[in-house]
T-cell receptor
Framework: RKEVEQDPGPFNVPEGATVAFNCTYS??????FFWYRQDCRKEPKLLMS???SGNEDGRFTAQLNRASQYISLLIRDSKLSDSATYLC?????????????FGSGTRLQVQP | EAGVAQSPRYKIIEKRQSVAFWCNPI?????LYWYQQILGQGPKLLIQ????????DSQLPKDRFSAERLKGVDSTLKIQPAKLEDSAVYLC????????????FGQGTRLTVV
């Protein structure tokens, strides 16, 4: 089983829609989690960190549920510019091996 | 602030040839990573350096892949000999090295093995 699993999509939504992505993880070791965004043929870039208390950044809301081992990302009022692949990412917090572990990504296509 | 620099951007080689990629991390970043991203998949860690020491190379195919970071700054990743399945984007990333800090990625080198 992969450490971080995502639905690959694609999610095709109209502009203005609300869309949610989920991600599950299998490694119960203490980790921090992130959502990265990757545009076509570009490098991944940090979108936001994910906290158990939930965090919001404009139209984006991220949530972590450690009991159920899943992470979510909610995008409200989708824009054409939100079209990209969203990567769910985990990183161990308690070892020197702090490399990011990526899911396969969920592709979002926002349509006019 | 300059980002992570990688070269070349693109490389096409025949199978069984060798190839090398170069990465210059953000100045002052102690941690450097090499990732392999196959089309349609998320990046997979190949190797992690802390300064010039290897922290994790458990997923590096050591029979054909090698990497070094001699002076704790620049790094090179080499493949010798290349196989068709090595076709991928090779991403270099760096971070300052302390807990909770994001990793910054270079634009990657797109390798095609024919």
């Amino acid at each position: 089983r992969k450490e971080v699993e995502q639905d690959p999509g694609p999610f095709n939504v109209p502009e203005g829609a609300t869309v949610a992505f989920n991600c599950t993880y299998s490694n119960s070791a203490s980790q921090s989690f992130f959502w990265y965004r990757q545009d076509c043929r570009k490098e991944p870039k940090l979108l936001m960190s994910v906290y158990s208390s939930g965090n919001e950044d404009g139209r984006f809301t991220a949530q972590l549920n450690r009991a159920s081992q899943y992470i979510s990302l909610l995008i409200r009022d989708s824009k054409l510019s939100d079209s990209a692949t969203y990567l769910c990412v985990g990183r161990p917090m308690d070892t020197g091996r702090r490399a990011l572990t990526f899911g396969s990504g969920t592709r979002l296509q926002v349509q006019p | 602030e300059a980002g992570v620099a990688q070269s070349p951007r693109y490389k096409i080689i025949e199978k069984r040839q060798s190839v090398a990629f170069w990465c210059n991390p953000i100045s002052g970043h102690a941690t450097l990573y090499w990732y392999q991203q196959i089309l349609g998949q998320g990046p997979k860690l190949l190797i992690q350096f802390q300064n010039n020491g290897v922290v994790d190379d458990s997923q590096l195919p050591k029979d054909r892949f090698s990497a070094e970071r001699l002076k704790g700054v620049d790094s090179t990743l080499k493949i010798q000999p290349a196989k068709l399945e090595d076709s991928a984007v090779y991403l270099c990333a760096s971070s300052p090295g302390w807990l909770g800090t994001e990793a910054f990625f270079g634009q990657g080198t797109r390798l095609t093995v024919v």
